[in-house]
């Protein structure tokens, strides 16, 4: 896939990483860096193209992980509305993404 400039380093780094290894904070600098480069115009036509489509699983990604943490958040403050000790609860059993790692 393409490049892109990390404005700190100044040096290209290759989009190489698989996003499922990424943290949520990492998937999020990334795409946050994805979107300043697209903003600046200084990119060729299909570099523009290759970063966009990056964008998109980026943000894909970090939308499935906080889907899967609001939900189960949710059965923790069902738990609690319950009564039921929260660490008893199998969160595990919660609907979540290939993507969640943290």
Sequence with gaps: MCC??????MTEVPFNRR?????????????????RALEGGDLELE???SYYARGVELLKSLRERLAGA?????????SAAKGT???????????TTSYVNE
């Design 19 to 35: 996003i499922e290894d990424m943290s949520f904070k990492e998937a999020s600098i990334e795409l946050e860096q994805v979107v």
């Design 70 to 78: 609001e939900q189960k958040v949710q059965l923790l403050m069902e």
């Design 47 to 49: 570099d523009s193209l």
């Design 4 to 9: 892109y400039r990390w404005e700190d380093a």
């Design 85 to 95: 000790d929260a660490a008893m609860i199998d969160t595990s059993s919660a609907p």
